[in-house]
């Protein structure tokens, strides 16, 4: 069973995947200003999905080194994801692939991986793909779960799909709210009640905003069939 520990190591090999180019020279280096400025279309909507891959237990790394294609391929899968959502069920806006390690630039070009056929994206941005290769390898703390591998690939993705998540937390913040669940804690803390509710009318607007986003995709399409006819 994981323990917190587990978690803990996992995120640190996500942050220093995606901090890698800060410490490292690399092929292709990204920047956090890059990451604004390609994955943010519109300033509501700054939620990145995370994803990471490669994460093999030290039991299993003797038989299981994945390919740059596989490790790619599996990044876009959910179970990879580190916010529970389906990522089948919304539009792309944009997406960041971080590689480190074993890398050769040509199997991480993006008409490589435009071939996969794994991501849609929306119609008014349909080329939303930025990759940056570091030759560091990925690095695991002694000891630990995580077997040391030749080569991770890490992604940011602002996706309309991570709404998901919000309706969640909204669902489950209401539950709790309708039985004043905790609230005296934060009230005896300084907080006035009022502001949970503006809180809750401030995830609405959210949601609404990943909403238009994702019909503006699928209004501006029919559009364009329309216009074909």
Not at 138 to 154: N, Y
Request: some cysteine.
């Amino acid at each position: 069973r994981p323990t917190y520990t587990n978690l803990n190591r996992l995120i640190g090999q996500i942050v220093s995947s995606i901090t890698v180019s800060l410490r490292f020279d690399g092929a292709l280096d990204i920047d956090l200003t890059e990451f604004q400025t390609n994955l943010v279309p519109y300033a509501q909507i700054h939620f990145p999905l995370a994803t990471y891959d490669t994460v093999i237990s030290t039991e299993k790394v003797y038989h299981e080194q994945l390919s740059v294609a596989e490790v790619t391929s599996a990044c876009f899968e959910p179970v990879n994801q580190m916010v529970k959502c389906d990522p089948y069920h919304g539009k792309c806006m944009a997406c960041c692939l971080l590689y480190h390690g074993d890398v050769v630039p040509k199997d991480a070009s993006i008409a490589t991986i435009k071939t996969m056929r794994t991501i849609q994206f929306v119609d008014w941005r349909p080329t939303g793909f930025k990759v940056g290769i570091n030759y560091q390898p990925p690095t695991v703390v002694s000891g630990g779960h995580l077997a040391k591998v030749q080569r991770a690939v890490g992604t940011l993705s602002n996706t309309t799909a991570i709404a998901e998540a919000w309706t969640h937390l909204d669902t489950m913040f209401d539950l709790m709210y309708a039985m004043h669940a905790f609230v005296h804690w934060y009230v005896g803390e300084g907080m006035e009640e009022g502001e949970f509710s503006e809180a809750r009318k401030d995830k609405a607007a959210l949601e609404k905003d990943y909403e238009e986003v994702g019909v503006y995709s699928v209004e501006g399409k029919g559009e364009e069939k329309g216009e074909e006819c």
